[in-house]
């Protein structure tokens, strides 16, 4: 009996260490700015995510409209909790500045008339990440301070030009630090150096974004800030981009969740045998397995197949499989109407069935597919062959390295050489995604990557290209500067030497004269 105790106890508290490990966060959300213009969302912005935050099992220490005392006082209640934490996790919603390179948050009570008062009335980004590496495995910084700030402003004029300088906007890029953790993700609302926009919501749209997809279950931190990322470039109208610093050495979930088991029925799809008349049996089982995935990063590709199958078909059958899987999906109005369409008598029926009906397979029903249809992704794992089968040259490898880099699986820089680490981004990004970790891809593959980084990628093509044109018109003003200085030395040599007479005439004038000087002393 005592043994079987025992052995029951140690069940018991196996099942329970997941949810022993320590999780730690500091929530401030400054808005109410006493000595310049207050900023309507950073409260709201940390009071839902702190409610966030707690229901995925961190233990948040929360501040709404803190003075510099206060923020000193949860910084160190902070720090002591986050004291050997498996996560340890700032957000910060309210007005920031950078001075040399450093970030600061600024409390309400923040007046910052000179630069003395910089170390006094702010508080250094630097200084909170110091609590948060010790002993702490990853750590995770997420800063919506990016906003326009007249503090800094006022504080530039005070500085004068020869200081003011130092002075930048927006926030300065933080360099990931090696803590001897696991590693540490850093994210701005918007790119080093530019303005977050606060939102005309109650929420910042960075803190919309964020709190709508960091619970998402089964998905890596990386693979939610890719969607951030999208959803606020998306929402500003292209006008903000958020900037990611990743360095984790694996894959880091925030709310992991068990596959259901072989069997269970899924409740959004109901018995599909008794929802379709006569189903497809290729596009029900693609849309059950679409369903009941816990990969919710590949639900829309899937979707978007499914349909396509369905559409393709163009039978009602087909449809109601779409809508069986997907009953509220993209694309469920466009279903619904085209079943209406097809029982309606509008699809027109062949002069001669038999003859021009393809043939069905053995033993299917009338109107199933011959083909079946397979998960493209899962269906053919990645090898060496697969990949040299898509003939890509080292441009197209390079785009590959900066998609998986927007992706939040960090390969360096793109090289057009897939060595070591691109394989290991390579082998991280499919395992995110539920496919056979091989570090090679496939065709499908290869889309399904395209498509994930569709909107961050364009975002950086556009980058690129200002930064190139920024360059070039750097370079023609040098030249146009270059080649006023010949015209300049010029004139110089014509005002030194007389104004009309050139060199060589000089020399040749200045020659005879000295011949006939010399004969006359020699005479």
């Keep these: 009996m005592f043994t079987r105790m025992i052995a029951v106890l140690a069940i018991l508290l196996a099942g329970t260490v997941p949810a022993l490990a320590k999780r730690v966060a500091l929530v401030i959300g400054n808005g109410a700015y006493e000595h310049t213009v207050p900023l309507p969302n950073p409260s709201n912005d940390a009071e839902k995510m702190a409610a966030k935050l707690r229901s995925l099992g961190f233990e948040v220490v929360a501040g709404q409209d803190q003075t510099y005392t206060d923020m000193r006082r949860s910084v160190l209640d902070f720090a002591k909790k986050a004291y050997g934490a498996e996560i340890a996790l700032l957000f910060y919603a309210g007005h920031g500045m950078q001075v040399a390179g450093q970030n600061l948050l600024v409390p309400i009570d923040a007046k910052i008339e000179d630069e003395t008062s910089l170390d006094f009335e702010t508080i250094s980004v630097d200084f909170i990440m110091r609590q948060m590496s010790k002993d702490v495995k990853v750590q995770m910084v997420f800063l919506d301070a990016c906003r326009d700030n007249p503090l800094a402003r006022t504080l530039a004029r005070r500085m004068g030009p020869s200081r003011s300088g130092n002075l930048g906007t927006g926030l300065a890029e933080i360099k ?8 540490s993700v850093i994210a701005f609302a918007t790119s080093p150096g530019d303005v977050a926009l606060d939102g005309e919501g109650q929420n910042s749209p960075f803190t919309s974004a964020l709190i709508r997809h960091i619970d998402t279950p089964n998905a890596s931190i990386q693979t939610v800030m890719t969607r951030v990322t999208g959803d606020v470039y998306d929402a500003t109208e292209k006008r903000q981009r958020p900037w990611v610093n990743a360095s984790l050495i694996g894959e880091v979930f925030l709310n992991k969740q068990a596959a259901p088991a072989a069997g269970t029925e899924v409740a959004s799809l109901g018995s599909t045998a008794t929802t379709t008349p006569v189903p497809n049996q290729a596009v029900t089982n693609a849309a059950t397995a679409a369903a009941a995935t816990p990969q919710p990063n590949l639900d829309w590709e899937r979707e978007k197949l499914i349909w396509e199958a369905a559409k393709s078909s163009d039978t009602v059958a087909d449809y109601e499989s779409y809508l069986s899987a997907y009953p509220n999906g993209t694309f469920a109005d466009f279903a619904r109407n085209s079943i209406k369409r097809l029982q309606g008598g509008a699809q027109v029926a062949a002069v001669n069935p038999a003859a021009t009906a393809p043939t069905t397979a053995q033993g299917a029903a009338p109107g199933a597919a011959v083909t079946s249809l397979p998960n493209p992704q899962t269906a053919v794992p990645g090898t060496a062959e697969t990949e040299a089968a898509l003939g890509w040259n080292r441009t197209a490898r390079r785009e590959i390295q900066t998609r998986l880099n927007l992706t939040g ?29 091989t570090g090679f891809f496939t065709a499908s593959q290869q889309l399904l990557l395209t498509n994930q980084t569709a909107t961050q990628y364009s975002a950086y093509i556009a980058e690129i290209k200002r930064k190139q044109q920024a360059a070039s018109a750097s370079r023609s003003t040098t030249t146009r500067r270059n080649n006023t200085q010949p015209q300049r030395a010029t004139n110089t040599q014509r005002r030194n030497s007389g104004g009309g007479v050139n060199p060589a005439g000089a020399a040749f004038i200045g020659g005879v004269v000295g011949g006939i000087i010399g004969g006359a002393i020699g005479r």
């Design 176 to 183: 990931v630090a090696e803590t001897g953790g696991e590693g």
């Design 409 to 437: 699986n960090n390969v360096g820089r793109p090289d057009g050489a897939f060595g070591p680490k691109t394989r290991a981004g390579i082998t991280a990004w499919q395992t995110a995604n539920g496919l056979v970790p």
